[in-house]
């Protein structure tokens, strides 16, 4: 878009932008001007459609026999969708459905007249509110909630069915709502890690408590590791024990990976002082105890972590 409007030296605004959508299997036109942006759910929403995707140009010349980049308004026999600030323009440029070519002097309206007009472009920053006038900000989200439409699919397989208002027995129109774990899972990840791996909150975390036991093959490590990994879950913890036979940093680099919000390590200052290390995966603030204290000083930072 940006070379056709420098090559005829107009501003991007100036131009009729033809995009080529699926819906419900049917090529489609969208028009939108030259520096905005199709927003495909508000064009399944203007087509009343159940499914709208975007063709590739593979796709685009199988079933149209048209250019990319060179599509426009003018003769396409399509169904054209255009958005309400296409029909404003005036003396546009616009592709001439012929590779190398662009009509100029295009007005809707006069050249070409759309099936559907309405709003169809992506929000961009500063545009103003209908509302308050105020500029728009753009802020990055994730979709936690989900809707299903079912219809009468499962209804009709199971027989449910219903009385109207005249006794006639029908199938229930079903749907379903509610939040995606999966979903939860992964906003949380999104807005709690760091350049080490994940940070679990308390609430969501698999495991509240990881127990590193560096000292696999010995004895006394290991009673001391099993010890608190008993003592935690009767406390009513989750906890996750590792005693795998490998490298202290890869055991470190693994729990932070991971997320686990509290680290317990059965390490060196157990072997030189007899106590434990517990450590915050949030802040990296790291407390000392003596392994009969560590099990009550771990099950309070939980809790409050929890009451937060």
């Known amino acids: 878009m940006d070379k056709v409007a420098e090559f005829l030296a107009v501003a ?3 131009v009729i932008k033809t995009m080529i959508y699926l819906a419900d299997g049917v090529p489609v036109a969208a028009l939108i001007r030259g520096d905005r942006e199709v927003q495909s759910v508000k064009l399944k929403n203007l ?4 499914d709208v995707e975007p063709m590739n140009e593979e796709q685009v010349w199988q079933q149209t026999r048209l250019p990319v980049g060179y599509m426009g308004p003018v003769g396409l026999e399509l169904k054209i969708v255009a958005d309400q600030e296409v029909m404003g323009m005036v003396n546009a440029v616009a592709g001439a459905n012929e590779k190398g070519h662009h009509y100029t002097g295009v007005n809707p309206g006069r050249d070409f007249q759309p099936d559907v007009v309405g709003d169809l472009r992506q929000v961009a920053a500063d545009d103003r509110c209908p509302l308050c006038g105020g500029s728009v900000r753009l802020k990055e989200g994730i979709e936690v909630g989900h809707i299903f439409k079912l219809g009468t699919n499962y209804s009709e397989a199971m027989e449910a069915t219903f009385q109207d208002s005249d006794g006639q027995e029908k199938p229930f129109i079903m749907g379903c709502y509610g939040i995606g774990v999966s979903r939860v899972v992964a906003a949380a990840i999104e807005q709690n890690h760091d350049a080490k791996g994940i940070i679990f909150p308390v609430p969501l975390a698999p495991f509240q408590v990881i127990i ?7 004895a006394s490590f290991c009673q001391a590791a099993e010890q ?3 003592n935690l879950r009767e406390s009513g913890l989750d906890v996750l024990y590792d005693d795998r036979d490998e490298r202290p940093g890869s055991k470190f680099n693994d ?6 919000p509290y680290r317990l390590t059965v390490g060196k200052t157990f072997e030189k002082e007899g106590k434990v290390e517990v450590r915050v995966r949030k802040t990296g603030e790291t407390q000392v105890f003596a392994v009969d204290e560590a099990v009550a000083n771990i099950t309070v930072m939980v809790r409050q972590a929890l009451a937060c």
Do not use: C, H, R, S
Request: proline residues 9%; charged residues 15%.
């Open 12 to 14: 991007p605004t100036a």
């Open 47 to 50: 087509l009343g459609a159940n």
């Open 212 to 218: 590193l036991n560096l000292g696999p093959k010995d």
């Open 228 to 230: 608190l990994y008993a």
């Open 255 to 260: 729990a932070d990976l991971i997320g686990i």
